[in-house]
Structures are given as structure tokens and as C-alpha cells.
């Protein structure tokens, strides 16, 4: 992975189209692929998800629950999807969610970030529970390999912080969901804030650069659909990675199917 | 287990006083300990706790990210340290940090919490970054399998969000870090809270009970000893389990020596 990952997002994002497969094999869509809910299971659909979108979609997001889920031999078939999608042009952005502090978030460098990571990915997400600083040595290993990090910030969960209260990360959000006008200023491609930088980044001085929104339109869990991108992204339009899992996956398991469905949704995203 | 985690804690603390051994197999450690900085060298750092701390230990606190690091085969490890400890009477709190919304936390629920989860502990930690709510499945899988769950709140880190400030939660922080007379009132044992409950937890009514502090000393890396816990958490000192990994661990890789300095500082802790 000679160049950074904000490069090679652009790259394949301007080639493919936006959409971002998501890899979620909970244990209903086993079943309704006729697969057990074990180990073995959750390999063959790895798999088929591999033969189906390696080198076709720019950018599939495994969910790392569904794999933990299954133990060490889940972990295993982690492996082995992230392996069958390297090289590929396929990119992979590996749903961790993974935050802490000093030496414990070192060690989540290592095991997804840093070169040679058992299970590196081109991407990430993080949590920034504990402040967005203490992200910083998962940045540092991110933009040495050529990796990215998507960052948690404002989420669609009805729950999540409302976008009138203070950020935990200490950043002012910016309006993206909900208008038809988002004012979020377009963040750098990820991994290249930190070029020249040394050190902790500083998230209070540089409002609405600290994050890169990451933002996803689900068009499965919460009922949007690809126009919603428009209407609620339209001014960071280029910066959305909208993300299908489920109402792509019941396509499965033929491959084929898989990747008409993901061709036919990336038409409608692009129109 | 038959009991549930609040009362299987409560019972080992009284009998064994509250000490927490991290388990923090990292680089540096491994090569302290004259083991390579590979799947073997933690597998044989993880059998020299098992031999040290079990039966002995209240409380052991694996981190999982020095387990990630090393993949799925690092994975396998803790699944055997985990079982290692299992029925021994030292209870195992798995420090995984994990926080996700709807079958996503599902997912980690079935790994880490559920009845035969692949990597069930004790206990384990989640972090509420997408609402504490989001954590229900976690929670009622953990009340269902009689085990526990520490939910961060308030942390050390100095970045974290301050004291006066919103919770990310929802619930007003009260003050335990940093004070002689902390106003923290005393939470109910984890585990405990959701008996007779069914659905989703309502942190906003009831301020200061929806979180269990789960608040940890750690003896070495943040400087603070036995001493700071009686001074910064006086009103709650029974609630409180001081952690202590590095301090401890340098005494290795010899199980006795392990074991020896376990039980002085439970001495300097219960003194």
C-alpha cells in the first residue's frame, strides 16, 4: 500500500461509485443463506461475500461483532476475509469501533493499523470515548501504513449526543443529518491531517477538521434510501460512504445475485 | 453460575480483599519476561498468570488488545486464559471496551456476555459512546448469564470530558476523581440494577444509579498507589476496585513471585 488511503478512496470511489457493502452475518442472514450459525458457517459466507465483491465494489465494511461472536475460529475467517479482498482494489473499512488509552490503544494499532497487522485493514472506525487524542497512536500507525481511521462523531442513533450539545471529542459538530443544507465544512481524506505533524493532534482549535464525518447513510436499518444521501448530504455529498448491508446480503448467497443487487443500488446512488 | 456477578464479586472481595490484576501482556512485558513478541510468548505469559493468580486473585483483568495484537491466534489465547480461570473462584473481568447500537451489540453480547459465549467472562467493560441505552442487549444478555458488566463513566484520562460538564450519557457525572470527600453515590452492584426489568434502562430518571463507577486505580501507570484509593474515594472505597497490572507484573515471569506481590499489595490495600 505504497499510497494513503484518502488517495485511494477518491481513486476507487470516482471509478466504482460510492457504496459501501456492509459484511453484517448475524446469525438471522446464516440462516437464511442456509448456513449454520458456527464457525464454518460464518466462513462460507465470508467467502461468497468475497467472490462476490472482490475487485467489483469500491469499498465492503466488516462488522468485527459478527466475527467476535464465533471466538478465536471467527477471528480466523476475519483473517481470511481481510485477505481475500487485499490486492483486490477493494477496500476494506473493518467496523471495530475500537478506543482507549497509551499503551492499550498502541495494541489496537498493532492489531489493525500497523504494517503487518494480523488483522489490517485499509480502514478502521474508532471510538473517541476517552478523547480524541488518546486516538492518536492509532493515527500514527494508520497514515505510516497508509491506512485510514473513520472517527465516530455524530451518529444516526437516536440516542447518540443531539447536535445542540457539546461533543464528547471536544469538537463543535456541525449540522450534517437532518437539512436539506448541511453546513459541515468537507473534512480532509482521512489519514492526511496528520501529514507533517508529530504529535497529538489538537481537536479544539480546529473545529469541523478534527473529524472526518464518516457519515452513512444505512440504507437497510434505518429506512433511508440512496435519495436520502442527496437530501441530507447534499453539500458533503462527495465525502458520504453510504452504506447497504442487509437489503444487499438477502441477495445472497449467489454471488452473482450479490453483485447485481450492489451494481443496481451503486446505479441509483450515482444517477 | 448460578450467582450473579454482583454477588459472586462482593463475596471474593470480602474474602480476598479488592485487589484487580491487570493482565497486560504487552511488547515490553513479553520481552521482560524472556518470551517472544508472538502467539507462543503469549500463550506462555498467559499460563504463568493462570498459575499465578487463579484461586488466588479476587478479580483478574485481561486487556484484549494486547490479545488482538496478535490476531486470531492471540484470540485463542485468551479464550484459554479464560478458561483457565473458570470455576477457580478468581473472577475475570475482560476489558474489551466494546460499544455498538442494535444487533451489532447483539453481537458482542452473544460473544462476550450470553450463556457459552466463546469469550465469556465474568464481567467485561463497555463504553456508552452511542448512548448508554444502545447497551441494553449487553445488559440483559449479562443479567440472563449471571454476569457483569463496567460501564465507563468518569476515567482518569485527562482528556476525557471534565467533571462539570454533560455526561455523553446522559446521566450527571458525580464527583469521585480528585477529592477527598467524593459525593458519588454508592451505585448498586453491577448486575443488579436490572433485576425485574425487562426493556431498556432509563439512565435520565435516575442520575447517579445508571451507571456503576466501575472507578480503578491503577497503581502504576497513572503514578496513583493503595494510599490515593482512601483519599480520592473515601465515601465509596468498597465500591472500588483498585487495578494494578505493570507494578505487579514486573515481578514475573515466576508464578510465587507473581503471587507474592499480589498478596502484599492486597495487604498495603486492605490495611
Redesign the interface.
Known sequence: MSTRFGQRLAAVVADRGPLCVGI?P??ALLAQWGLGDDAAGLGAFADACVAAFAGHAAVVKP?S??F?????????V??RLLAGFAGTGTLTLL?V????????????A???LAAG???GADAVTL????????LAPALDAAAKAGRGVFV?AR?S?P???GSS??S?TGVRWRRVWSTPRPTATPARPAGRRRRGRRRHPRPRARPGRAERPGARARAG?TGAGPADVATRFGGVKGLVLPAAARSLLAHGPDPAALRAAAAALTAELTA
Not at 469501533?97 to 489496537?108: A, H
Not at 471510538?127 to 488518546?134: C, I, M
Open positions: 453484517d448475524h446469525p462488522q461483532a459478527f467476535e461472536r464465533h471466538g478465536s475460529a471467527g477471528i480466523a476475519l483473517e467496523d469501533k475500537r478506543g482507549d488509552v497509551g499503551s492499550t490503544m498502541d495494541g489496537y498493532d492489531a489493525y497487522a494480523p488483522l471510538s473517541p470515548y476517552l478523547g480524541f487524542g488518546s465516530l451518529t442513533n440516542e447518540a449526543p450539545s457539546p464528547p436499518g
